[in-house]
């Protein structure tokens, strides 16, 4: 079994609808969730980032972690063509100093 | 600040050829790490450095190899080159006060082994 698993997609969904996605990962001892974003033909940003359980708002974006059930959601209010991208959860492994993230899910919103 | 540089973009190698993939991280970064990423497995770890030492190691064969000079730059070996090999090499930095920092992750070396 994966350490993080990420429905890959694709996703395509039209001009402000709400877009959810979704990771879940196996090691109840993860402890900081960040969802980077990748653009075609550059590297992944970091999006948001969050510690332990609950959510964390920004701008038209929310992170959510439950921690009882290992599932990690980023949800993407009033979608823009803009965000039309490839979606990666990432999970810091502190020791071995590592992002391990998920497959990555490739979004695409329809003007 | 300029962000973090690859070079080269694109390289197109045949079989059991070697390449040599470079790395400028952003200035005052001390920490570059090295990641594959292919549309089958995603984003895997391969190595990361600190001060000219390897400190981690991801699960690849020894054919992959990574240095770092002293001016934090870093470039990254594969040698006896695979089709499966065929990838995005991507490098990031940060300037090491935990694996919780951001990240800044470069465009990309686009590897093709034909």
């Known amino acids: 079994q994966k350490e993080v698993e990420q429905d890959p997609g694709p996703l395509s969904v039209p001009e402000g609808a709400i877009v959810s996605l979704n990771c879940t990962y196996s090691?109840?001892?993860?402890?900081?969730f960040m969802w980077y974003r990748q653009y075609s033909r550059k590297g992944p940003e970091l999006l948001m980032y969050?510690?332990?359980?609950g959510n964390k708002e920004d701008g038209r974006f929310t992170a959510q972690v439950d921690k009882s059930s290992k599932y990690i959601s980023l949800f993407i209010r009033d979608s823009q063509p803009s965000d039309s991208a490839t979606y990666l959860c990432a999970i810091p492994t502190r020791g071995e100093e590592k992002l391990t993230f998920g497959t990555g899910t490739r979004l695409t919103i329809i003007p | 600040k300029a962000g973090v540089t690859q070079t080269p973009r694109y390289l197109i190698k045949t079989r059991g050829q070697q390449v040599t993939l470079s790395c400028s991280p952003i200035?005052?970064?001390?920490?570059v790490s090295w990641y594959q990423q292919t549309p089958g497995q995603g984003l895997q770890f391969l190595f990361e450095y600190f001060s000219e030492t390897q400190r981690n190691k991801g699960n690849f064969p020894g054919r992959f190899s990574g240095r770092q000079f002293s001016n934090s730059r870093s470039e990254m070996n594969v040698s006896t080159l695979e089709l499966g090999d065929s990838a995005l090499y991507l490098c990031?930095?940060?300037?090491?006060?935990?694996?919780?920092?951001?990240?800044?992750f470069g465009s990309g070396t686009q590897l093709s082994v034909l």
């Open positions: 090691n109840s001892a993860f402890q900081y």
């Open positions: 969050t510690y332990s359980s």
């Open positions: 990031a930095s940060r300037t090491d006060r935990g694996i919780n920092e951001k990240l800044f």
């Open positions: 200035s005052g970064h001390r920490s």
